[in-house]
């Protein structure tokens, strides 16, 4: 099997790559900085510029899967320059990858898309599934309900069409959970507001092995990538001050603050999200972290 990775040089597709290359799956990769460009036998990277249409035609040779991961960042402030790079970096990536499939021969049967569970309301009782419906009116929901529109079209070239919603990934090397980290270090750590809005979460092994899954079982729809077990957000504060052997005695920060250091992106840390991995389940997928400690003692051992 070939595939072809878009953002495989982010924190997830540096986990997918290692992944699938362990697997024997030979790796083509589009990347927009030409220093990161690696030409090996398995491990094959392309440049492609998605904001002026550019791609390198040859990424698609031999080609049965994309996995679409490219993306502007969500963890820089999000000032309306930025937050527009954040919609068009996804948009634009996808319209290049439909037009460069339209116009050359090619043996894609099926693209997975990244997506995000912003796309679900904040609700305090609902559990989502993926049934569940979708959007609520803030911007990174509208960035979802765009990128996933934008995915949907490959349907018309008669590719699969494959969609992971994704809570916020748990990786030792980069993302959300080294940010929580750092106050808990220092002895400043406290959960946000009253603490028991629920985050769904996933470990980054599962979420690369469940690109792979999705891959291998060609997997079509809409999955919620996210661990069995959402926790609060109290919860999940004590959970690493455990894993850390801190103590917590400050009290919980008010969303003001968070809202004056952050600006909107402050949104992220007040999410409260139910979110169901029983599709997944359902559908074979197993879980190597379902649970937080697991998959702490795992990444903080
Ligand atoms: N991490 C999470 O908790 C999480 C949760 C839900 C959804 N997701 C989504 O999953 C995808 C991958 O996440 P990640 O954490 O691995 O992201 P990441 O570390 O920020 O990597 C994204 C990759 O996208 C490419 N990229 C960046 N800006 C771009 C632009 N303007 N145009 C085109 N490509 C650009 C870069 O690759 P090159 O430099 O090689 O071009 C970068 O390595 C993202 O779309 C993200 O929104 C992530």
Redesign the pocket.
Known sequence: MRILI??????????LVALLLQNGVEVH?????KK?IIKEDKYH?FF????QGIIDENSLLGVDVII????????KRWTSAYKQ?II???I??SNTLYKALKENPNQVKQIIS?????IYPDSATALYDELSIANQDNFLSNVVVK?EESINKFKQLDIKVCKL???????KN???LQEMLKPIQFGLGAAFGNGQQITSWIH?HDLAAMYFFAAKNQWEGIYN?VSPSPISNENLTKALAKQLHKALFLPNIPRFVMRLMLGEMHELLFTNKNISAQKALDNGFQFQFPTIEKALGNIIA
């Open positions: 878009t953002g495989a040089t982010g924190l997830i597709g540096t986990e990769y589009l990347t927009t900085s990161k990277g492609w510029n998605p904001a679409h991961l490219a993306g502007a960042s969500i963890a790079e068009e970096s996804r634009a990536s990244a997506s995000g569970t912003a990128w919603r994704t809570g916020i990934v748990l990786s980069g993302g959300a980054i990538a």
